[in-house]
């Protein structure tokens, strides 16, 4: 397919990578799964790839593949709707479409703060004296366990291309075949019992808050923050 236009309202690709700079902003799944399979990548510094190596990544891979040609940038959507007699869609623009720079790190755009808030919250605790968090509803967290990829294994992930295969099949592969593990309440229970013991292990001189921070669906039912 090479009739398309990808319409974005940024001065520059990237979405999510591109506006949001916050402390702590990286990916928040692990960088094999995450980037794609056919532009799999070996000299990622961490397995959690870091919001300005994303977006390097993004604009390298666009690059490569001549994306940008497709992409009209600074270009707001107001509406779009199908023409049957035409047979294509129509789309309506405001009369300038321009982006106000704003002096905070995060997207302007609604956003799912908890996923933010586990990135952001331990690097503003590093230096700040007081941090209050308000919390509108309880998510299930789990440990990320984020590392930084040695000399050597990116070494080896360079001379021998097959283990940048097998470093994202692996893992996909292990969470395809606990799918069923989770999700059947027979089992999940498990999961749970895990999770809320690292919980409590976290803040063990806080029990009183142990109920506020233990959602109330199911595990996978909602988003799992790492």
């Given at each position: 397919?090479?009739?398309?236009?990808?319409?974005?309202?940024?001065?520059?690709?990237?979405?999510?990578?591109?506006?949001?700079?916050?402390?702590?902003?990286?990916?928040?799944?692990?960088?094999?799964?995450?980037?794609?399979?056919?532009?799999?990548?070996?000299?990622?510094?961490?397995?959690?790839?870091?919001?300005?190596?994303?977006?390097?990544?993004?604009?390298?891979?666009?690059?490569?593949?001549?994306?940008?040609?497709?992409?009209?940038?600074?270009?707001?959507?107001?509406?779009?709707?199908?023409?049957?007699?035409?047979?294509?869609?129509?789309?309506?623009?405001?009369?300038?479409?321009?982006?106000?720079?704003?002096?905070?790190?995060?997207?302007?755009?609604?956003?799912?703060?908890?996923?933010?808030?586990?990135?952001?919250?331990?690097?503003?605790?590093?230096?700040?004296?007081?941090?209050?968090?308000?919390?509108?509803?309880?998510?299930?967290?789990?440990?990320?366990?984020?590392?930084?990829?040695?000399?050597?294994?990116?070494?080896?992930?360079?001379?021998?291309?097959?283990?940048?295969?097998?470093?994202?099949?692996?893992?996909?592969?292990?969470?395809?075949?606990?799918?069923?593990?989770?999700?059947?309440?027979?089992y999940s229970q498990t999961q749970i019992d895990w999770v809320l013991r690292w919980m409590k292990a976290r803040v063990?001189?806080?029990?009183?808050?142990?109920?506020?921070?233990?959602?109330?669906?199911?595990?996978?039912?909602?988003?799992?923050?790492?």
């Open positions: 397919m090479t009739d398309f236009l990808v319409l974005e309202k940024n001065s520059g690709l990237g979405g999510t990578w591109y506006e949001n700079r916050y402390p702590g902003c990286a990916c928040g799944i692990r960088i094999a799964l995450y980037s794609l399979s056919f532009e799999q990548r070996r000299n990622w510094t961490r397995d959690y790839a870091t919001q300005k190596e994303m977006l390097k990544y993004l604009k390298d891979v666009s690059q490569k593949w001549n994306v940008p040609r497709y992409i009209r940038l600074n270009s707001t959507v107001l509406e779009a709707h199908w023409d049957d007699h035409k047979l294509q869609r129509r789309s309506r623009f405001p009369p300038m479409a321009f982006r106000v720079q704003s002096s905070r790190h995060t997207s302007s755009r609604p956003t799912s703060l908890c996923a933010s808030a586990v990135q952001i919250v331990p690097e503003l605790a590093k230096t700040a004296s007081q941090l209050t968090i308000y919390q509108r509803s309880p998510k299930w967290i789990v440990p990320r366990k984020d590392r930084s990829i040695s000399r050597a294994e990116k070494n080896l992930l360079t001379w021998f291309s097959p283990l940048r295969w097998l470093k994202r099949a692996v893992p996909m592969w292990l969470r395809e075949s606990v799918h069923a593990y989770i999700t059947n309440p027979d063990p001189n806080k029990p009183e808050g142990w109920d506020a921070l233990t959602s109330r669906y199911p595990l996978g039912c909602t988003r799992i923050l790492v």
